[in-house]
Nanobody
């Protein structure tokens, strides 16, 4: 099994920045992609960005510009930097780990989520 844990959420004023951290542990041999999602109240869960074990990063169109995903391959750790945060960025942010399938990635493991609240 794989355990996924994210951290780094909190309350930040509009215009501020946060860096979220996600660590995958356990049997990681089947993991070749990790990603960040978020879900705001009353809205669907949405992908922010993903990064493969080969280093290929992909971003949702809505996330380009203010969000950056990075990885530490030696620790199976990924980061999400969020800049110039806006109140509409308030959501629960989730980290997920999974496999590269076709035509879509398959996320098998999920963290508990970390709350990000952006105040006006």
């Amino acid at each position: 099994q794989v355990q996924v844990a994210e951290s780094g959420g909190g309350v930040v004023q509009a215009g501020g920045s946060l860096r979220l951290t996600c660590v995958a542990s356990g049997n990681q041999f089947s993991i070749n992609v990790m990603a960040w999602f978020r879900q705001a109240p009353g809205k669907e869960r949405e992908l922010i960005a993903s990064i493969s074990s080969g280093g290929t990063a992909e971003y949702a169109d809505s996330a380009k510009g203010r969000f950056t995903i990075a990885r530490d391959s030696g620790k199976n750790t990924v980061y999400l930097r969020a800049d110039n945060l806006k109140p509409e960025d308030t959501a629960i942010y989730y980290c997920a780990a999974g496999r590269i399938g076709f035509p879509n990635y398959i996320y098998d493991y999920w963290g508990q989520g970390t709350q990000v609240t952006v105040s006006s």
